[in-house]
Every structure is written in structure tokens, then in C-alpha cells.
């Protein structure tokens, strides 16, 4: 029984972990304009499913913040459209797990533990952007994408910085 725990372990812990578009990339690498807009398409989809998670077991507090980044990620979404036509490509946007699939299940929670969790599933993600738009930016390929990713870089570090206070709170 020790063995194949063992070999379990072993397994998983030579495993490749992936990030959150579904392919490993080697950390410190500079993505191209077309991944960064892929992992922001990512986000922003992420932000949309926190709305839909919220609708079970959220308050009004998490339902009126979940609504707002929900719109704020159509909003970016629609200036991605834009730089995206005018790069000419055509990103790959993976399928990832829903927003609700990263709180606590809200059958098996309690009002408290939902909201605690919200806040708590955003941090990462938020981490993830704000470390791909920083990477980006060190050797942008497309100056109307980096131009984005500057405007962004604020409002994303002030929006986890909000995240991690309110958490803090709960």
C-alpha cells in the first residue's frame, strides 16, 4: 500500500501544472500580444462567471460587486476586440473552469463562508493578470496592446488590493 502511495506522489508531483489557459508556458517568458489577449479574454470570462456564482447564495454586497466586474469585463473585452482586429489574429480562448467551480459550493455553505470565498477565488486570479500584463510589458510585440496593459495595470492592482482588505475583513 506505502508503494503505490508512493508512486501516486511521485506522480503528481513530476507533473506539469498548467496555467490557467490550459497550456504550461515557461515562467518569465514574455507572451506575445495574441496570449495576452487570450489570458485576458480568460479573465474577463472568470469575472463574468463570479456573477453567476453569486447568484444563489451571494449578498447584495458580492451580487453589486460581481455585476460591476462583469461589466467591466465586457467593457475590456470589447477594447480587445478592437486591438485584436487590428493585430489580425485571432486568439485562442481555452476552456477553463467556471468562477463558481473555485468558491465554495453554495449548497454546502453558509453566507459568511460564500462571501469569504468570493474574495478569495479573485486574489489569484487578479495575481495571474496583473503578473502577465507586467511580463507583457517588459518586451511588448504591439504598442496599442502595451498602451492597454498600461491603463490596466492600475485598476487591476487597486481592484486586488480591494479584494484582499474586504477579505481581511470577512
Not at 503505490?4 to 490557467?20: G, Q, W, Y
Not at 487570450?38 to 453567476?52: A, I, M, P
Amino acid at each position: 500500500m506505502r508503494i503505490l502511495l508512493a508512486m501516486v506522489l511521485a506522480f503528481i508531483s513530476t507533473a506539469p501544472l498548467a496555467d490557467s489557459t490550459g497550456e504550461r508556458r515557461p515562467t518569465g517568458r514574455t507572451p506575445t500580444a495574441t496570449e495576452t489577449i487570450s489570458d485576458l479574454y480568460t479573465f474577463s470570462r472568470f469575472q463574468q462567471g463570479l456573477l453567476e456564482s453569486t447568484d444563489l447564495k451571494g449578498n447584495a454586497e458580492v451580487k453589486n460587486l460581481a455585476a460591476l466586474r462583469a461589466e467591466e469585463a465586457a467593457r475590456r473585452d470589447k477594447a480587445l476586440k478592437q486591438i485584436q482586429e487590428t493585430i489580425g489574429t485571432e486568439p485562442r480562448v481555452a476552456k477553463t473552469t467556471s468562477a463558481s467551480a473555485s468558491l465554495v459550493e453554495p449548497e454546502s455553505s453558509d453566507g459568511p463562508t460564500f462571501v469569504r470565498s468570493f474574495y478569495a477565488a479573485q486574489i489569484p486570479e487578479y495575481e495571474s493578470v496583473i503578473d502577465l500584463l507586467e511580463r507583457y510589458l517588459k518586451a511588448p510585440d504591439n504598442a496599442v496592446l502595451a498602451t492597454f496593459a498600461r491603463e490596466q495595470l492600475p485598476l487591476l492592482r487597486s481592484q486586488v488590493k480591494d479584494a484582499e482588505r474586504t477579505m481581511a475583513d470577512k
